[in-house]
């Protein structure tokens, strides 16, 4: 760029109406998945202190700090204000969609960037922000609405949740995430961000993984080929040559092989 195109621009934004178009609020929310110990999927759901949707369940989630940081960071942000994980600590958090329809959010036109965050078993301690009541773990059950259709519901320690308990469009984009997440079990390695110990698993706290994630049981035996072609065929795991032991018997352990697998 020369200088008179420099001078020409300088000159152009000292004068711009930044209030000339209509802004809409940003928003960076997070969809948490984790295991429990029971080997089911949980989701962190976060109950609203304040209006709108005044102690209805939410997905965490916060407005961006504009001129001050990027999209990126403000979820980084929001996990790190919800759980005390910080999303350099190996987590998988990535974008999942983005949404701006004009009324879903009744205060203003509201754009969310949404990320989902796979965070290993037992590392997550859920804590509410500033804005929310309390931050629990659910786990994710599956089951079918009046019309037969199907539906997810949510269980806790001391309560239990429908898609009615749960703000703005949220339920919605919950469905994105675990359609998404099932979606990329054949092609990513995404199921490994779920396990304890990536460095110290066996196959059938992996398989445990894929059932959860599914819904549904897996035949083990052939859970164990898929494993031994597309996983240690393949590099994307190793042997330990240690063991650990499954009730009356004994199992390899092996450890998980970073690719470029996931897109």
Not at 88 to 106: A, E, F, K, N
Request: aromatic share 10%; hydrophobic share 35%.
């Amino acid at each position: 760029m020369d200088q008179e195109q420099t001078a020409a621009e300088k000159a152009f934004l000292d004068q711009y109406d930044v209030s000339k178009y209509e802004r809409p609020s940003v928003t960076a929310d997070v969809i948490i998945f984790t295991m429990d110990d029971d080997n089911e999927l949980n989701i962190l759901l976060i109950k609203r202190g304040n209006h709108p949707y005044k102690d209805y369940w939410a997905i965490p989630g916060g407005f961006l700090e504009t001129g001050r940081e990027s999209i990126d960071e403000a979820a980084a942000r929001e996990l790190y204000e919800e759980t005390g994980i910080k999303a350099d600590d190996g987590i998988d958090l990535r974008q999942l969609i983005t949404v701006g329809t004009p009324d879903r959010d009744p205060r203003t036109h509201v754009v969310s960037v949404v990320y989902t965050a796979l965070v290993p078993k037992g590392l997550l301690q859920p804590k509410a922000g500033d804005d929310a009541k309390e931050a629990k773990l659910f786990k994710i059950r599956k089951g079918y609405d009046e019309n037969g259709d199907l539906s997810i519901y949510f269980v806790g320690d001391k309560c239990s949740l429908t898609m009615k308990n749960i703000a703005f469009d949220h339920e919605d984009l919950i469905i994105t995430a675990l359609k998404r997440l099932r979606g990329r079990l054949n092609y990513t390695d995404d199921a490994f961000s779920l396990l304890q110990d990536k460095d110290r698993f066996d196959i059938l706290e992996l398989l445990r993984i894929h059932e959860a994630i599914l819904f549904q049981k897996l035949d083990k035996p052939n859970f164990r080929r898929m494993f031994m072609r597309d996983y240690l065929g393949k590099h994307r795991v190793k042997e330990l040559g240690q063991y650990a032991q499954e009730g009356k018997r004994k199992t390899t352990l092996y450890k998980y092989l970073p690719s470029n697998r996931d897109i």
